[in-house]
């Protein structure tokens, strides 16, 4: 798939604009351009495993939610977290205070 698009003058520089789509489709916040002789490729920059993450997390959100719902329902948990603060073994509760 090929897309035409002029060259802009940007202040002392020249760029282009890039489609709202293909920046959606590929989730673009930053790129590399790469010279490869013949011509260039603007690809992806590469994303941190922390942002990978995120993302991850975030496409995945409902079903972390319901897993999050299930676990915080199941009757062992709730047992634990009624506890008193006497029940919490080593926790030092003069820091809370």
Same mark, same amino acid.
């Given at each position: 798939?090929?897309?035409?698009?002029?060259?802009?003058?940007?202040?002392?520089?020249?760029?282009?604009?890039?489609?709202?789509?293909?920046?959606?489709?590929?989730?673009?916040?930053?790129?590399?351009?790469?010279?490869?002789?013949?011509?260039?490729?603007? !690809?992806?920059?590469? /994303? +941190? &495993?922390?942002?990978?993450?995120?993302? *991850? $997390? !975030?496409?995945?959100? /409902? +079903? &972390?939610?319901?897993?999050?719902?299930? *676990? $915080?329902?199941?009757?062992?948990?709730?047992?634990?977290?009624?506890?008193?603060? *006497?029940?919490?073994?080593?926790?030092?509760?003069?820091?809370?205070?």
């Amino acid at each position: 798939m090929g897309i035409e698009t002029k060259i802009r003058k940007i202040g002392n520089s020249s760029g282009i604009i890039l489609p709202k789509a293909l920046i959606d489709k590929y989730e673009l916040a930053e790129v590399v351009i790469e010279d490869h002789g013949d011509g260039i490729m603007i !690809r992806p920059a590469s /994303k +941190s &495993i922390f942002q990978v993450k995120m993302e *991850e $997390a !975030r496409k995945n959100k /409902k +079903s &972390i939610y319901s897993e999050m719902e299930k *676990e $915080a329902s199941d009757p062992e948990t709730r047992s634990y977290c009624e506890q008193g603060v *006497e029940g919490w073994g080593d926790i030092d509760t003069e820091i809370i205070e």
